[in-house]
């Protein structure tokens, strides 16, 4: 099998809450989601699928997913997508670093493997674990009582994780966190997610403030360094997200024990091949995880069902469901929400057919 033709579709993806908040002052309204798919000459198209969280979140950006794909996509043509290993290698040869472009190529490749053998990715990934997997809900920035209030709104959906859109001003984030905590049940689990966003003397503040709060701190800081401090000085329990992005990362805050939690996803390290590596060096270590991505709709979506539902239950802290935040869907047979819990497709590769009428024409083609 060999690849004849890579196109790449862009496509907007307005949020149904109207906007994102997070640290920094950063927003967003409407995502700007990348769709790519790969032509074969046996007939079998795959598809992936990247959306960045803005510009000023990771090193990545929309219009820098098609610029790297149409640098990257003629290395490709001729090479057989099921030998996802050496088709990883050439792209690293082609173009170093830039993991987000990558990511939906390797995507599109799972998705053509799985078809061509007849397994859901999940099974390729290792095998789904039970009917389903429990999903958080992310909340945006806004008013300590707003995000509060939330909680019970977002628990009468099914969930039971929340996640707080934290990183600001050291008084209003300690606000929000008990004023969230408040609000939790049994079996709830709140997380305060700063996005990088507190220098190491705020994060301090904040985890000395809330220490009696049942609360996860998560990515305090924008070093490796100034977060291992703040580990090092707080009870609560740990996550670290943006700076682990490779497996040596990986490995090295595993001997620092520089966390309790990772939160992995998957353009951020390339596409499904690496998560999987780090996801299963995650499970060999007794580091839990939230599978996830930067954003995305219904082929991100799936992509995330299937690495969550393959990961062991017991060391799936949680993942979530993208597709319910956008009012855009753009595949069919995409998983949904059902009572905050979600299960993978069983149908062959990702299990989802591309909308090509929302898609529109490629911005990109090659090949």
Known sequence: ????????????????????????????????????????????????????????????????????????????????????????????????????????????????????????????????????????????????EAMADKVGLYRSEGYTKFQLKSGSDVATDIARIQAASKQLQPGDILVADANTGWTQHEALRVADGVRHADVYIEQPCRTYEECLVVRRRTARPFILDEIIDDIPTLVRAVGDQAMDIVNLKISKVGGLTRAREMRDLCVAFGIAMTIEDTWGGDIVTSAIAHLAHSTPPQMLFSTTDFNSYVTVSIAESAPQRDNGRMSSSNAPGLGVAPRMDVLGKPVVSVG
């Open 1 to 144: 099998m060999k690849i004849t033709r890579i196109d790449a579709y862009r496509v907007d993806l307005p949020l149904v809450e109207g906007s994102y908040k997070w640290s920094g002052g950063n927003a967003v309204s409407v995502f700007d989601s990348t769709v790519v798919a790969l032509t074969t000459d046996s007939g079998i198209v795959g598809y992936g699928e990247v959306c960045p969280l803005g510009s000023a979140y990771l090193p990545a950006f929309a219009r820098g997913v098609r610029a790297g794909i149409e640098e990257i996509a003629p290395h490709l043509i001729g090479l057989d997508p099921t030998a996802i290993g050496p088709l990883n290698h050439r792209m690293d040869q082609a173009l170093r670093g830039h993991p987000y472009v990558k990511s939906p190529i390797d995507m599109a490749c799972w998705d053509i493997l799985g078809k061509a053998c007849g397994q859901p990715v999940a099974a390729l990934l290792g095998g789904a674990y039970g009917l389903d997997f429990p999903l958080y809900r992310a909340i945006s920035q806004d008013t300590p």
